[in-house]
Each structure stands twice: as structure tokens, then as C-alpha cells.
């Protein structure tokens, strides 16, 4: 992943990081400050004023591309643009199944792109997402090549159900 201030992190703090007139782009996935956060990664108080803009077919988010193993995401904002192809999120693009929460954040975006759009989350694993705000527009122009239609959510883009661990049946 690609960040404005990290590729990736682990067992990383990131706080009080603030980006203005910021303008982060590439082919694979792109986020404004990190660009995958993972082993209780914490970042907060963060924010980014600018555009993101992702030219392949991977990821763009404005704040983190991907969150896993317990990262949590607080009080962090995103402004501006962000372009980009599929699983674009206003804060976080993807969340795994194991990932923290995503708490108090807000979005003023203009956000567009295939599919799979959400203001705070393009895809989530179900990680908790609580008291965040999205304004802006959220443009989502085609269905994903499994089909069901574009994809965008306010808050969230795709939300998948909670995982079993029946095993096979």
C-alpha cells in the first residue's frame, strides 16, 4: 500500500498528523497518510485535506487503505477528493474481520468510482464503525464483475455478514 506518511505499518501509534493541500496518486492501492495499518496499529487525531487518486484497480482511501488485527482508526477527518477504481472508502478502504474500531471521524468528499463506495468504509469485515459523519457526494458508475449493482453506502459500501466457524457441513 501507499501512504502519504507510511507504507505500512505495524504495532505503529500515528496521531496528530495533519496534511493540507495534500495530493497523494498511484497505480496500486493509495491512501492519504497509510497505506495498510495492521497489529494494533493506532491512528488518531489524524487528518488530510486534499485529493487521493488511485489510476489502477486497487484501493483509495483518504485516510488508511486497509486495517487489520486490531487497528483502530479515531477522531480522524478527511477533505477533499478521492478518486480511484474499486473498494473506496472516506477513511479506510478495507477492514478485515479481526480489525479495531472506526470511531468519531468525519468526511466533507467527493468520492467516485466504480464500485464498492462507502463515506467512512468501501468494505467492511464488519469491524465496529461508531459516531462518524460523511458529507460530500459519493459516485459509484458501474457493478462489480460478480454483479449487484455499484456498490455505495453513506457510511459503508459493502458490508459482509459475520463469519461462521461451523466448518463444513
Known amino acids: ?4 506518511l507510511i507504507g505500512n505499518a505495524s504495532g505503529a501509534t500515528v496521531s496528530g498528523i495533519h496534511v493540507y493541500g495534500g495530493k497523494v496518486s498511484g497505480e496500486t492501492g493509495v491512501a492519504g ?3 495498510k495499518a ?10 488530510f485535506d486534499g485529493e487521493v487518486t488511485c489510476t489502477g484497480d486497487e484501493y483509495a482511501a483518504g485516510i488508511v487503505g486497509s486495517t487489520l488485527t486490531s487497528t483502530t482508526v479515531s477522531a480522524c477527518a478527511f477533505t477533499g477528493k478521492i478518486t480511484g477504481d474499486n473498494t473506496i472508502g472516506g477513511i479506510v478502504s478495507s477492514t478485515s474481520s479481526n480489525a479495531g474500531a472506526i470511531t468519531d471521524c ?11 463506495i462507502g463515506g467512512i468504509v468501501g468494505e467492511s469485515m464488519r469491524a465496529p464503525i461508531a459516531n462518524c ?6 459516485e459509484a458508475t458501474e457493478s462489480p464483475r460478480w454483479g449487484g449493482g455499484p456498490k455505495a453506502g453513506g457510511i459503508v459500501g459493502e458490508l459482509y455478514p459475520a463469519s461462521s466457524s461451523t ?3
Open 1 to 4: 500500500g501507499q501512504g502519504l
Open 33 to 35: 497518510l497509510v497505506g
Open 38 to 47: 495492521a497489529l494494533y496499529t493506532t491512528i488518531s487525531g489524524c487528518s
Open 106 to 116: 468525519h468526511v466533507n468528499a467527493d468520492i467516485k468510482g466504480k464500485h464498492t
Open 133 to 138: 459523519h460523511v458529507e460530500g457526494t459519493i
Open 167 to 169: 466448518g463444513t457441513e
